[in-house]
């Protein structure tokens, strides 16, 4: 049984399927949410991704707004279309994704037996509608990893990570279901950093990609040296390392809670680590081999690059 992947579709989104893909995972579908941007340009990056990289996995659109509350995206941070860039851009592909992302995912954790994991790599909007619909089929969810949350801080607000802020909601309702969770916060993101001097090998890789995926890694990496600082985080592309090798994480049990009514700190993860003070719902990740995660994730992108 393959894998299911979630996604608002960012550069280090694609990273990540990369990597998945990369390390010999066999990805079942691809859902999509908005986040990164509007829905719009979520499905005109994926659309550009796939013929890009020649993606042989469906991909379903799926939700455009979060269960409550207004429409939130980081193209304050990542442009208007979500990924931003050096100077080549994805392509413009034909768009022929059906918007069926809830029957797709619930035909797939109908099928058979054995694993059902899940790497979610945005808001949770998409695994919350099967969760509240169908909530026997969530329960057949084997591991769900999530590039969410933070244990300290934020960054959208100072309370909260973005993907949790889009959607607190939907955060609470996977957690409600009691649905195998481990969340890859931006603290542990934060310990894999790529930075100028990570372009120029993916460049020279020298296949028809490698001016593309060199210049996207260039337009992420310039989010962070354009503000002063020296390197980037690879955040949903650490989560895949994650999911794909957890033994280059360590991780802890604990209570997770999403805050969805404060004024100040909507969207604001809150972990009880300590044992006898909540009942443990989650695990998160307190440590990661960062050479180890950086090998993994530079590795793969010169190799997509070099064909």
Known sequence: MGIWI???MGFDDIAAIMVAAHAGLAIDGVSLVFGN????????????AAAAFVWPFPIHAGRDAPVLGRLETATSVLGQTGIPTAGVSLPNAADTFQDDAFEALCAWLEKGEGERRILALGPLTNIAAVALARPDLAAKITDLTWMGGGVTAGNHTASAEFNAYADPEALAIVLAHKIPFRMVDLDLCRKVLCGPDD?????????RNAELVADLLAGFVAIATSRGRPAMALYDAVAAVAFVYPEHVTWREARLDVELAGTLTRGRTVVEARAGRAEFNAAYGVEIDTEAARTVILETLRAEASW
Request: net charge neutral.
């Open 37 to 48: 941007a509007p829905m719009d340009n979520v499905r005109r990056n994926a659309a550009g």
């Open 199 to 207: 372009i120029a090998p993916v460049r020279a890789a020298g296949g």
């Open 6 to 8: 979630d996604t608002d």
